[in-house]
C-alpha cells in the first residue's frame, strides 16, 4: 500500500517538473520563486553569526528526519491512527479537558461502585488472611450464608449464554470427578498419565468431530480466549519465517474481541472487514479487497457472538486459498451445536476441515460441550501448525522445559471432566440437546418477528439471535426494562442492538414463552412513553458511543475492573 502511494507521489512530481519545464514563464516564475527564498533566508539570516546559523540549520534538520521517521516508521498501528492518538494525547493535556475527564471518571465510579455493592450479600468483609485457620463448619456456615453463586436468576433462565448447566445428573458427575482429580496436574505426564491420556482422547473426538483428517491434531486449551491467542500466534510465526514484520489477521468486524486481544498481545495488525448490514455475515468481497501481502490468516466464525450469523466460511475459504493464507474458524460458542446439526436435522452450511483451505479451528467445550468452565480446544489441519503452538525452553537449569499450551501447571481435574462430561451426553446426548436448543431459538425468534418497533438481524444460525430497534424504540431501553424483568441480555454497539443466546436452561418450560411476551409488553409500554437515558445499559452505551477519544471509554471500563477487585 505505502509502496504505492510513494510511487504515485513520485510520479505526480515528475509530470509537475515536466510542465514547469517546458513552458518559459512557467521556468522564469519558478526561478524568480527561488530567488525569493533565497533572500528571505538570508534575511533572516541577516546579522547573525555563523554558528547560530548553523545551529538553526542542524535543528531544523533533525525535526524534519524525525518528522519523517514518525510518519513512515514501521508500525502496526496505520498513520490515521497515530495521528488521531497524538492529537486525542495532546487534548487530554488541556488542563479543562483533564479537569472535565477527571469529573466524569469520578461520576462513573461512584455510579458503578453503588451498583457493584449492593451485589455483595455477604455479612464478613476480611481485609488480611485472618492468623488462625477457619473451622470447617464455620466457613460453610458462611458459604450458606451466601447463597449460590447467581442463584436468582439460574432455575428463571433468564441468562443470556453465560452458564451452560444442563442437569442435576450431570453436576453430581463432575462433583465426583473433581473429587478425584483434585490435585492432579498434566504438566506431569509421567506422574498423571491418566490425565495425558484423557486429554488426548478428548482432542482426537473433536478432531473427528469437526472432520479432521489423519493428519488433524490440536490441544486442549483453558478457554476460547486461549484457544484463539494459540492459534492467532502460530499464524503470526509463519508470518515472521515469509520475513513478513508486522504480520496481519484479517478479521470480520463481529469477530470475537479474543482475536484484537491476540493482536494486541503478539504484536499483529488487525484489519476488521465490515458485515453485510442485511445478512449480518462478513461482506467476503471487502476481504478480499483487503488482503495485503502481510496477511497471514483471514477469520470467520460459526457463529459469532454479537448476531448469531454464521459466517460463509466456504467463501472466505476460496479466498485463502486464493492468496495463500491460513482460514481459522471460529466456533468457539456454537462449535458443539454446529457439528450436531445436521444429525438434528437442521441444514448447515459446510464450516470445518471437510471445507478445503480451513487450517483452525476453536470450539468451547466449556460452553454447549456443557464442560466445566476453564475448558476448550484448538484444533489444526496438520502437526506442522502445532508444532509452532509449542514452546520450548533448552537452557534453563531447570531443566528441559516444553509446554504446548500458555499454562505450565494446569488443572486436570477439568481435562477429567470435560472428558467425563463428554461421554456421558455421547454424539445422541448432544443431538437430542441441539435439537432442543435450535428448536427454542427458532420458535423465538419468529415470534420476535411479529413485534412492530423491533427487529431480528439477519438469519440466525443456531442459538444466538440479535434484535435491533426502530426510531420507535431505543433498543437499550428495551434492554433496561427487560432486565427490570429478571432478564439478563447483552448490549451490542456499533449498530445497538440486544443480542440473546438460548441455553439448555432456556428451553425449560414456559421460558421462551415468558421470553416473548416479556419482550412484547415492553416494546408495547416503550412504545406509548421512551424510557430513561440516564441510567443503565442506555447510559452507559448512548454516553460511550458519544465519546469520540476511544482511550476514555477504555479508562471507564478500567474502574469496573479495579471495582471487580475492590471487597469493600
Ligand atoms: C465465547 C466466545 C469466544 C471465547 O471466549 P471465552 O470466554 O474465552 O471462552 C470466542 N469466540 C466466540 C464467538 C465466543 O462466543
Ligand atoms: C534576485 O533578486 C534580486 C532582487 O531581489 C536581484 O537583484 C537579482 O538579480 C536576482 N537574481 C536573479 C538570478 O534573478
Ligand atoms: C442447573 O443446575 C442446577 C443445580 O444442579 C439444577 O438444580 C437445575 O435444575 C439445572 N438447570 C437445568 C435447566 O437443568
Ligand atoms: C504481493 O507480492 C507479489 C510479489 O511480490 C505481487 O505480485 C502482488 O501483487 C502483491 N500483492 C499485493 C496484494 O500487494
Not at 530567488?35 to 541577516?46: M, P, V
Not at 502481510?294 to 448469531?308: A, D, I, K, L, Y
Not at 428448536?439 to 434484535?467: C, E, K, Y
Request: overall charge neutral.
Amino acid at each position: 500500500m505505502r509502496r504505492t502511494w510513494k510511487l504515485v507521489f513520485l510520479s505526480l512530481l515528475a509530470v509537475g517538473v515536466g510542465v514547469v519545464w517546458r513552458s518559459e514563464p512557467a521556468r522564469a516564475q519558478l526561478f524568480r520563486e527561488l530567488n525569493n527564498t533565497r533572500e528571505f533566508f538570508n534575511d533572516l539570516a541577516e546579522g547573525r553569526e555563523p554558528w547560530q546559523v548553523m545551529c538553526v540549520a542542524a535543528g531544523v534538520t533533525l525535526m524534519a528526519a524525525s518528522l519523517v521517521s514518525w510518519i513512515f516508521q514501521d508500525d502496526v498501528d496505520s498513520l490515521g491512527t497515530r495521528i488521531k492518538k497524538t492529537i486525542f494525547h495532546w487534548v487530554r493535556k488541556i488542563p479543562f479537558v483533564k479537569v472535565k475527564v477527571k469529573e466524569e471518571m469520578e461520576k462513573a465510579k461512584e455510579g458503578l461502585g453503588k451498583s457493584f455493592m449492593k451485589e455483595i450479600r455477604g455479612e464478613v468483609v476480611r481485609a488480611e488472611l485472618p492468623a488462625e485457620g477457619v473451622a470447617r463448619a464455620e466457613l460453610l456456615g458462611e458459604l450458606d450464608s451466601l447463597g449460590k453463586d447467581g442463584e436468582k436468576d439460574w432455575g428463571k433462565g433468564g441468562v443470556s449464554g453465560g452458564l451452560y448447566n444442563c442437569s442435576e445428573d450431570l453436576t453430581d458427575l463432575n462433583t465426583e470427578v473433581y473429587r478425584r482429580f483434585l490435585w492432579s496436574n498434566p504438566l506431569h505426564p509421567a506422574v498423571f498419565p491418566n490425565i495425558r491420556k484423557m486429554e488426548a482422547e478428548v482432542v482426537r473426538w473433536c478432531c473427528r468431530l469437526f472432520n479432521g483428517g489423519a493428519e488433524s491434531c490440536g490441544t486442549m486449551t483453558s478457554g476460547g480466549t486461549e484457544s484463539i491467542m494459540l492459534a492467532m500466534r502460530v499464524y503470526r510465526d509463519i508470518g515472521y519465517e515469509r520475513g513478513i514484520k508486522f504480520p496481519e489477521i484479517m478479521i470480520p468486524l463481529t469477530a470475537h474481541a479474543a482475536f484484537t486481544k491476540a493482536a494486541d498481545y503478539y504484536r499483529m495488525k488487525v484489519t476488521r472487514v465490515k458485515m453485510d448490514p442485511l445478512t449480518c455475515q462478513v461482506d467476503v468481497g471487502a476481504m478480499e479487497r483487503a488482503i495485503s501481502n502481510n496477511t497471514v490468516v483471514v477469520v470467520g466464525s460459526v457463529p459469532p457472538f454479537p448476531h448469531g450469523v454464521a459466517d460463509p466460511i466456504q467463501e472466505i475459504a476460496r479466498v485463502a486459498r486464493k492468496h495463500g493464507v491460513g482460514l481459522h474458524v471460529d466456533c468457539c460458542l456454537g462449535g458443539f451445536l454446529a457439528v450436531f446439526m445436521e444429525k438434528a436435522g437442521f441444514p448447515i452450511d459446510p464450516f470445518d476441515f471437510r471445507v478445503d483451505g480451513v487450517t483452525s479451528i476453536s470450539a468451547d467445550t466449556h460452553k454447549y460441550g456443557y464442560c466445566p468452565k476453564g475448558t476448550s480446544v484448538v484444533l489444526y489441519a496438520n502437526q506442522e501448525l502445532r508444532h509452532r503452538q509449542y514452546f520450548v525452553e533448552t537452557n534453563w537449569p531447570g531443566g528441559l522445559y516444553a509446554s504446548a499450551i500458555t499454562a505450565g501447571s494446569r488443572p486436570g481435574s477439568l481435562i477429567a471432566a470435560t472428558w467425563a462430561t463428554m461421554l456421558h451426553f455421547g454424539v445422541d446426548g448432544y443431538v437430542e440437546l441441539t435439537k432442543k436448543v435450535v428448536d427454542t431459538t427458532r420458535w423465538i425468534v419468529s415470534q420476535l418477528r411479529n413485534i412492530p418497533g423491533i427487529h431480528v438481524m439477519g438469519n440466525p444460525t443456531m442459538s444466538v439471535f440479535a434484535i435491533i430497534g426502530s426510531e420507535e424504540i431505543n433498543i437499550y431501553h428495551l434492554n433496561d426494562a427487560m432486565a427490570k424483568r429478571g432478564w439478563s441480555l447483552n448490549a451490542l454497539q456499533l449498530p445497538p442492538a440486544l443480542h440473546m443466546c438460548v441455553t439448555v436452561v432456556t428451553t425449560k418450560e414456559g421460558v421462551a414463552e415468558k421470553f416473548v411476551s416479556d419482550v412484547k409488553e415492553c416494546v408495547v409500554k416503550l412504545r406509548k412513553e421512551p424510557g430513561s437515558s440516564t441510567e443503565g445499559s442506555a447510559f452507559m452505551y448512548g454516553a460511550s458511543q458519544a465519546v469520540v477519544d476511544r482511550r476514555i471509554v477504555a479508562e471507564m471500563a478500567w474502574i469496573f475492573l479495579d471495582l471487580c477487585y475492590t471487597s469493600k
